[in-house]
């Protein structure tokens, strides 16, 4: 499914917050027309690395190249401009307005005339756009005109995702775009997800829920304590190979082994319990 | 709240589930306050039988011009208090201000001699400096709305005591500035303003079905545009039929109506008043988003002082006079009651201009029916406190209301 040169390389970053090593040298690589799942424990990083890239943290090393090139990315406007999208699990949405509006927030269209401020809001083109757009993605949402507030967690969560996609990113981060939601809307979010593949986006999904990730990565990423745990063929390894990776109990090397780790793992949990 | 009313007509209950959960929606809404003005607009209408039916001339058209012209100031400043709810924010130095600018614009065209369209625009500049003052600080420091506000309302009467010097009132003789709010237009030019007025409302309902049918979206129903249509043009001929059946129609309320209508145009057509509800709904979100959270903050401060100052040249320009005590006593209290009575919420992002007009309407028709009875000053006060309690906590349990069912 990946071909090609990577869309989104990092090589060797690392990003420090006093005595803390939030990253540790990580390589990381995203393909054109690629979903990589981004799993790891509580403080490993993750959240580390995606707002290296979206440019709310920068990296203390390393480089970061997009297209090939290096990137310089010091503000999450950088990161944009170099189409790179990011939605946060808490979304980021304003409840008392509608789909339309909430797609288009910051980047209304105006209709042609004299004077920037006093001009009309492009209503009509807006909802016109928008309901391309979704049906495009096949989200499907009773009215664009309803506030986002009465929707479900599922469509808001959709919502969001096809907000970032108005920018025509070509790299698109996902923070837990799976969690608290129920079972029939993680199966529409995670289908939003399959169509951002389709479209040929780089799509990095970080989730805690594996079942999901293997459910729609092609491609899965440990982060370890700051540093590269293993990386994994969806198709070609299982859960308990990547709990390894996790936990740091085994890990991609051996049956044998990840069985080990896989009883470790069970015995730390009940030691834990 | 046409809406309302023909969404419950022209749907049946055969119709498709689409439209069935259309009519869901607008009953929940009114359920839980978020189109309230019907529920006002019955409100009103309960007030007005109450008081025609104590004292006939209630509803006479020389005592609903007086109604007019009662609330113009109120309403004005209500106008501007609008837009500081929509943040979630409050304003409550818009009384003193309105005071201030009005003493400002006296003592420039009565004492200095300015010309009086010049000592408007100053007195309308010094409420906007005082309104972006106070938003920079709100915005920049962090310091509530409340505090800075609440400071400016003491500083600003005291400025106003300091404009008016040791004679402590102004009489304002300026033909110019005096027929802002004594001017009444003949049969005649009411009817032609009318005219406009629907016939411009109607090119605004066409234009935009006209849009969204070119566009190839789901236009609105013509049934409930033509409802929409006819109600507005029965409000406004029935009004100039009023007013021209007494002096005619008073500059005073056409001012109102016009700012209410720019203002609701500015917050609901265009970009900025966009951003005015993102700010107030998550104002988070809207920074994510790329919009000067802040700049619109200050905006919006700088709309409600001058509004507020316009208000207080109409309180002036009615008064003819100036003195220690305009812009205050329950002014300011009204003036942000209004608001709220009609539907526009404390907590923020939900509201429209409209609810100043409506606010302002209800207000006004309890305090002037209360004068028409002569009831004692300690009534009024204690039914004004209690509508405004009442207003306020319908607010509160529509938005508890949409709390629990998942809608913040």
Redesign the interface.
């Known amino acids: 499914m990946a071909s090609g040169a990577p869309l989104l390389e990092l090589e060797k970053v690392s990003k420090r917050f006093g005595p803390v090593q939030a990253l540790d040298r990580v390589d990381f690589a995203v393909h054109a027309g690629e979903v990589v799942g981004l799993v790891g424990d509580n403080g490993a990083g993750k959240s580390t690395m995606v707002k290296t890239i979206a440019g709310i943290y920068t990296a203390d090393e390393g480089t970061i190249r997009f297209d090939g090139e290096e990137a310089k990315i010091k503000g999450p406007q950088d990161a944009t401009e170099l189409g790179i999208a990011t939605v946060y699990q808490d979304l980021a949405l304003c409840d008392n307005l509608d789909v339309v509006a909430n797609l288009f927030l910051g980047h209304e269209q105006v209709a042609p005339g004299p004077g920037r401020v006093s001009r009309q809001l492009d209503e009509a083109k807006m909802e016109h756009e928008t309901s391309d757009l979704l049906s495009n993605l096949a989200v499907t949402i009773p009215s664009l005109r309803s506030e986002v507030g009465t929707l479900s967690g599922g469509q808001r969560q959709q919502v969001a995702v096809a907000r970032s996609l108005l920018g025509e990113p070509k790299v698109v981060l996902l923070d837990e775009p799976t969690a608290a939601l129920g079972v029939s809307q993680t199966a529409q979010v995670l289908k939003l997800i399959r169509r951002l593949r389709e479209r040929e986006l780089g799509v990095v999904v970080i989730s805690h829920n594996l079942a999901d990730v293997f459910e729609v990565a092609d491609r899965i990423f440990v982060l370890r304590l700051g540093r590269a745990g293993g990386e994994f063929d969806a198709q070609q390894t299982t859960e308990e190979h990547v709990i390894g990776a996790i936990t740091g109990l085994g890990g991609e090397k051996s049956a044998e082994q990840a069985e080990r780790a896989e009883l470790e793992a069970e015995n730390r949990e009940e030691g834990e319990e | 709240m046409s809406e309302t009313v023909e969404s419950a007509e022209a749907q049946g209950p055969g119709s498709e589930k689409?439209e069935r959960?259309?009519r869901r929606?607008t009953l929940r809404r009114i359920v839980q306050g978020d189109l309230a003005s019907l529920r006002v607009v019955i409100g009103l209408a309960l007030i007005w039988i109450i008081f025609q039916s104590q004292n006939d001339r209630f509803l006479s058209s020389e005592n609903l011009t007086n109604l007019g012209l009662q609330i113009t100031a109120v309403g004005l400043i209500s106008v501007g208090i609008v837009y500081v709810l929509l943040l979630g924010e409050i304003d409550l130095s818009v009384g003193a201000v309105s005071g201030l600018a009005a003493a400002v614009m006296a003592v420039l065209n009565v004492k200095h001699g300015w010309n009086p369209y010049l000592a408007i625009f100053a007195a309308v500049l010094v409420g906007t400096g005082i309104g972006l003052l106070q938003g920079f600080l709100f915005s920049r420091f962090g310091v509530p709305s409340f505090v800075v506000t609440l400071a400016g309302l003491l500083a600003w009467q005291g400025a106003l005591l300091e404009v008016l010097g040791s004679t402590g009132s102004i009489n304002i003789t300026d033909p110019k500035i005096t027929g802002l709010a004594n001017t009444f237009y003949s049969d005649a030019v009411g009817w032609i303003f009318a005219a406009i007025a629907i016939a411009g409302y109607g090119a605004v309902l066409a234009l935009g079905y006209k849009?969204?049918r070119?566009?190839?979206?789901a236009a609105e129903n013509p049934t409930s545009l033509i409802v929409r249509f006819v109600l507005v043009a029965a409000v406004v001929i029935a009004a100039i039929l009023v007013f021209n059946s007494d002096r005619g129609l008073p500059l005073a309320v056409l001012i109102l109506v016009g700012f209410v209508v720019g203002m609701e145009y500015?917050v609901k057509?265009?970009?900025?008043g966009?951003?005015v509800?993102?700010v107030?709904?998550?104002a988070?979100?809207?920074r994510?988003?790329?919009?000067s959270v802040n700049g619109v903050r200050i905006a919006v401060f700088a709309i409600a002082g001058s509004m507020a100052a316009i208000g207080g040249i109409m309180a002036a320009s009615r008064l003819l006079a100036v003195n220690q005590n305009s812009g205050g006593n329950e002014l300011l209290l009204l003036a942000i009651a209004g608001p709220v009575i009609a539907g526009t919420s404390l907590f923020g992002?939900?509201g429209s201009v409209w609810t100043a007009l409506l606010g302002a309407l209800v207000i006004g028709s309890i305090s002037n029916g209360m004068d028409l009875l002569a009831l004692s000053s300690a009534v009024k006060f204690m039914v004004t406190g209690g509508v405004l309690l009442l207003a306020v906590l319908v607010d509160a349990v529509a938005r508890n209301q949409?709390q629990t069912s998942?809608?913040?």
Request: charged share 30%; net charge positive.
């Open positions: 689409g959960s259309v929606e849009r969204r070119d566009a190839g979206l500015v057509m265009t970009g900025f966009r951003h509800f993102a107030g709904g998550n988070e979100a809207a994510r988003a790329g919009i992002g939900r949409r998942g809608r913040i």
